[in-house]
């Protein structure tokens, strides 16, 4: 039965079968190959016959995209130089609700949902600023203006110090002074100065204001904020990059709830001091400028200390101003050994060199401000630079 099967004739039609669909799809490639002739002879006749396509080697079309290249490059710098002020207000308004979000994520913790731990927080951020301008600002601006008006005193107790008699007759520093002020040239620089000030004063405000607005907007939709960042990755290395800029934004909240909590104990610390030695008067002022100066790195807390020992020394007796000197320096190290890096060791993690260097370059770039955000930056580009460009250098 083998044999005889394969003795069988097979089907022509069958074996005919496969060379006609062959011989179809060639028709029907035939036909569309004739239909796109025509549509291009068609587009020929309407529009003309194209050229050649451009060579990109070719010297006027190189140097024509370089220009435009260049010109695009050039507009950009300068549309980024006319928005640095709001660009830098966006970077300030996300630290500052980077480092609210903790707050956030401690009450999610306690088994409050994500809106109401945000609505809580927000409320309580409203809430502490209105007690500061309604309690504190009354206050302090009562005590600054008590300091202001005991400033002409003190220089006058200054002036009749020997050490300062001694300077000023060998290099007649204070009559130097009393001459530009009789002078006519003082007048006109006071009142451009007021002007200044006043103006200045303005502009803190409003980027105070609008600061204030941007964080409230960002703590509200922080995770719609960070997933917006993470979806300009591919999408393959999307998951990395989401794990990687969690610890970046983890950090920077770290760093700037732990550089407030450092400056309120400044603050606090000042505030029992000058109690203590009788500067009560003065002592809601003074500490919150060394809260304030706490949060600059490196030189803040020196700045802070230093004005306070100043007028300690200018109101009561030298004895009163060596306690504040002494309490200063012991409490500096306190600060610096125990307080910082308590509070600072799960947010950054930098050498301290490198701070110092990244605290130059911010304040170098952005004054104050830069030197603020330069700690934190920092601290997240030599995360980065682990995590990827060290380890990918270590797989090789």
């Given at each position: 039965?083998?044999?005889?099967?394969?003795?069988?004739?097979?089907?022509p039609?069958?074996?005919?079968?496969?060379?006609?669909?062959?011989?179809?799809?060639?028709?029907?490639?035939?036909?569309?190959?004739?239909?796109?002739?025509?549509?291009?002879?068609?587009?020929?006749?309407?529009?003309?016959?194209?050229g050649?396509?451009?060579?990109?080697?070719?010297?006027?079309?190189?140097?024509?995209?370089?220009?435009?290249?260049?010109?695009?490059?050039?507009?950009?710098?300068?549309?980024?130089?006319?928005?640095?002020?709001?660009?830098l207000?966006?970077?300030?308004?996300?630290?500052?609700?980077?480092?609210?979000?903790?707050?956030?994520?401690?009450?999610?913790?306690?088994?409050?949902?994500?809106?109401?731990?945000?609505?809580?927080?927000?409320?309580?951020?409203?809430?502490?600023?209105?007690?500061?301008?309604?309690?504190?600002?009354?206050?302090?601006?009562?005590?600054?203006?008590?300091?202001?008006?005991?400033?002409?005193?003190?220089?006058?107790?200054?002036?009749?110090?020997?050490?300062?008699?001694?300077?000023?007759?060998?290099?007649?520093?204070l009559?130097?002074?009393q001459?530009?002020?009789?002078?006519?040239?003082?007048?006109?620089?006071?009142?451009?100065?007021?002007?200044?000030?006043?103006?200045?004063?303005?502009?803190?405000?409003?980027?105070?204001?609008?600061?204030?607005?941007?964080?409230?907007?960002?703590?509200?939709?922080?995770?719609?904020?960070?997933?917006?960042?993470?979806?300009?990755a591919?999408?393959?290395?999307?998951?990395?990059?989401?794990?990687?800029?969690?610890?970046?934004?983890?950090?920077?909240?770290?760093?700037?709830?732990?550089?407030?909590?450092?400056?309120?104990?400044?603050?606090?610390?000042?505030?029992?001091?000058?109690?203590a030695?009788?500067?009560?008067?003065?002592?809601?002022?003074?500490?919150?400028?060394?809260?304030?100066?706490?949060?600059?790195?490196?030189?803040g807390a020196?700045?802070?200390?230093?004005i306070?020992?100043?007028?300690?020394?200018?109101?009561?007796?030298?004895k009163?101003?060596?306690i504040?000197?002494?309490?200063?320096?012991?409490?500096?190290?306190?600060?610096?050994?125990?307080?910082?890096?308590?509070?600072?060791?799960?947010?950054?993690?930098?050498?301290?060199?490198?701070?110092?260097?990244?605290?130059?370059?911010?304040?170098?770039?952005?004054?104050?401000?830069?030197?603020?955000?330069?700690?934190?930056?920092?601290?997240a580009?030599?995360?980065?630079?682990?995590?990827?460009?060290?380890?990918?250098?270590?797989?090789?």
């Amino acid at each position: 039965m083998n044999a005889g099967s394969a003795d069988r004739p097979q089907d022509p039609q069958k074996e005919a079968a496969p060379d006609e669909e062959a011989a179809s799809d060639e028709a029907a490639i035939t036909v569309d190959e004739k239909d796109e002739k025509d549509d291009e002879s068609e587009h020929e006749r309407r529009f003309g016959k194209p050229g050649p396509p451009f060579d990109r080697r070719a010297p006027f079309l190189f140097g024509l995209l370089l220009g435009l290249g260049l010109l695009t490059a050039y507009a950009a710098g300068n549309l980024l130089t006319t928005m640095g002020s709001v660009i830098l207000q966006v970077v300030v308004s996300l630290f500052i609700a980077s480092g609210i979000n903790p707050m956030v994520v401690f009450l999610q913790k306690r088994g409050l949902p994500r809106p109401w731990a945000v609505l809580t927080v927000i409320f309580g951020v409203l809430g502490a600023l209105a007690l500061f301008f309604v309690a504190l600002v009354p206050v302090i601006s009562d005590q600054v203006a008590k300091i202001s008006a005991n400033v002409p005193d003190w220089t006058e107790e200054l002036q009749r110090n020997e050490r300062i008699q001694q300077l000023n007759e060998d290099y007649q520093i204070l009559d130097k002074v009393q001459e530009y002020v009789a002078s006519g040239d003082f007048v006109s620089t006071a009142f451009g100065g007021a002007l200044g000030v006043g103006l200045a004063v303005l502009n803190v405000l409003v980027t105070a204001f609008i600061v204030t607005v941007l964080t409230l907007y960002f703590i509200a939709s922080y995770d719609r904020t960070k997933h917006a960042i993470y979806q300009l990755a591919p999408a393959s290395r999307r998951d990395r990059v989401t794990k990687l800029g969690d610890r970046v934004f983890d950090g920077i909240g770290g760093y700037v709830s732990g550089a407030f909590v450092v400056a309120l104990c400044a603050g606090l610390s000042t505030l029992v001091l000058l109690f203590a030695i009788g500067m009560g008067e003065y002592a809601v002022a003074l500490a919150f400028v060394v809260m304030i100066t706490d949060v600059i790195p490196m030189i803040g807390a020196t700045i802070g200390a230093v004005i306070v020992c100043a007028i300690t020394f200018a109101t009561t007796d030298l004895k009163t101003g060596i306690i504040a000197v002494v309490f200063y320096v012991a409490y500096q190290q306190f600060e610096n050994y125990v307080v910082y890096p308590r509070v600072m060791s799960r947010a950054v993690d930098i050498p301290g060199v490198i701070t110092v260097i990244a605290a130059l370059i911010g304040a170098s770039l952005l004054g104050v401000v830069g030197a603020l955000l330069a700690i934190p930056a920092a601290a997240a580009v030599l995360m980065l630079v682990r995590e990827v460009f060290v380890r990918a250098q270590d797989e090789r």
